[in-house]
């Protein structure tokens, strides 16, 4: 027994004072009033609930290369250009932004699917480098948010490539190529999307 | 009917399972409770991180030095870095490394420009290499002080942080998708 006894105890005790004649019970263990023990646990049980906060935030870890300044030549068709603009529009473009291949604008939620599908391509499976140009008016949480959507392409693309066999018949890993550049108005393919517009 | 019926006081409830289950919560709730960090307390900006998909890589606890980018709550145009780190010894030692001002000595979180960063960012892995670095910026925050940041990091060599972000609720995935 808990609480519950604790207000009625006296007034039953006084009763049997009157009829004393009565058979005193036997005792049987002994009754501890509970009562301002509960209420303190129940106090501090609502204090905590209601100051703990059980979200964490997590992370998305990064790793930037370091500073070279030796050039690398890579191939035109292995260019995968992503744009953030300062209006947080999302443009991209294969290969190099030029008159006849334009940056063609594109909502966050494709964005996967066509990442998934430019990575896939047969010609440059594998070594497609992503190019991730970004204003620096564009907001920070859609810079998160374009990241997020590539790694979760990564997850389809790393399935598909695993099925394929490398010289030695071992499933080919993935490689990604990835880098994060600064956008400036003063690029070609920012005057391209301007030209767009 | 031989006996005669007790005359009822009121009613007694079997508490026991009760108190079991609170005192279970309780104690649950009291050893997973954390504390406001010095440098939470003192921070004068609230930070609202970008959303991205559940993970399960959490934020480290221990020695972790978190590069905060925000804005001022009182000063809507106060744009700054800020530093800080969970190894106090470590803080020490780091901000006096880094000659930080005396005045902000004692201070768990500063307010500090680029070429304070850097100083930052220098001696925090001159005292310990393996300190993790955290980017934790508010989710309105332009990127020229993220991507200021990364450049930062890069030249002091710290190769390797972590965005900080919040777990992306179910609602929001399907209004991307």
Not at chain 2, 150 to 175: G, P
């Amino acid at each position: 027994m808990a609480g519950g006894g604790g207000g009625l105890g006296k007034p039953e005790r006084a009763k049997r004072g009157k009829h004393s004649k009565r058979k005193k019970k036997k005792r049987i263990g002994f009754h501890l009033d509970m009562t301002p023990l509960v209420d303190i646990t129940f106090l501090l049980l609502t204090f905590f609930m209601f100051t703990t906060t059980m979200l964490k935030p997590q992370i998305m870890e990064m790793r930037i290369p370091p500073e070279r300044y030796e050039k690398v030549e890579v191939r035109e068709s292995e260019l995968f250009t992503i744009m953030l603009m300062p209006d947080n529009k999302i443009y991209w473009y294969a290969g190099q932004a030029r008159e006849d291949n334009k940056p063609e604008e594109i909502p966050l939620n494709k964005l996967r699917a066509l990442a998934e599908q430019q990575n896939l391509k047969p010609n440059v499976r594998n070594r497609l480098i992503t190019v991730l140009k970004i204003a620096d008016q564009a907001k920070y949480e859609k810079v998160i948010q374009i990241l997020d959507e590539l790694n979760l392409a990564e997850i389809n693309i790393t399935e598909q490539l695993s099925k394929d066999l490398d010289a030695e018949g071992q499933p080919v890993k993935r490689q990604r190529k990835f880098t994060i550049a600064t956008l400036s108005e003063t690029d070609d393919d920012f005057k391209l999307i301007q030209g767009v517009k | 009917m031989p006996k005669v019926k007790k005359k009822r006081m009121g009613f007694v409830i079997d508490m026991t399972p009760l108190v079991d289950i609170t005192f279970l919560l309780l104690t649950f709730l009291m050893f997973t409770a954390k504390f406001k960090s010095e440098a939470e307390n003192e921070q004068q900006f609230t930070i609202k991180r970008p959303y991205a998909t559940p993970d399960t890589t959490k934020l480290p606890e221990r020695d972790l030095a978190i590069i905060s980018i925000a804005v001022d709550d009182k000063n809507p145009l106060d744009t700054s870095f800020y530093f800080s780190m969970t190894n106090l010894n470590d803080k020490a030692r780091v901000w006096e490394l880094a000659e930080v001002p005396a005045e902000y000595s004692n201070l768990a979180l500063v307010k500090v420009d680029s070429l304070m960063l850097s100083k930052l960012i220098r001696s925090t892995l001159a005292v310990r290499n393996t300190t993790k670095f955290a980017l934790d910026a508010d989710k309105e925050i332009p990127f020229k002080w993220v991507s200021q940041a990364m450049d930062i990091m890069r030249l002091q060599r710290a190769f390797i942080f972590n965005f900080v972000t919040e777990k992306r609720k179910a609602s929001e995935t399907k209004e991307s998708e």
